[in-house]
């Protein structure tokens, strides 16, 4: 397999849904103090679906293409359907990721179930820092 899969270039140099939400209902943050990848969600849910997503994030090409990625796939899904992926999803959604790699699967994972909670429980993580 080479460095980054096809999926993983194309939402690194295409990204989808980049950007921040005006006043979302939920926001979730999540960011890995050893590699330093960071991924921030917007989005607005109804009806216990995903009805708009954005996100920001900060990282290598793989952190990158992982929230865009997410972001796609979570687009008018139900939150008890996102609740249940594991890095391994992600991982699929991504097209493979190198052994180097999976800990963005997993930061991936982390936004994602981070965002239904942020929702169920009415937590809005406060947008933080994120490096440029």
Known sequence: MSRYSQTVVDHFTNPRNAGELDEPDVRAFIGNPVCGDQIML???IRDGVVEEIRFRAHGCAASLATASVITEAAQGAKLTDIESWDDQRVEELLGGLAPDQRH?????????????TN???GVDDDAPLICA
């Open 119 to 121: 929702h169920r429980e």
């Open 104 to 116: 963005v699967a997993t930061l991936g994972t982390q936004v994602a179930h981070r965002l239904v």
């Open 42 to 44: 917007t989005a607005r």
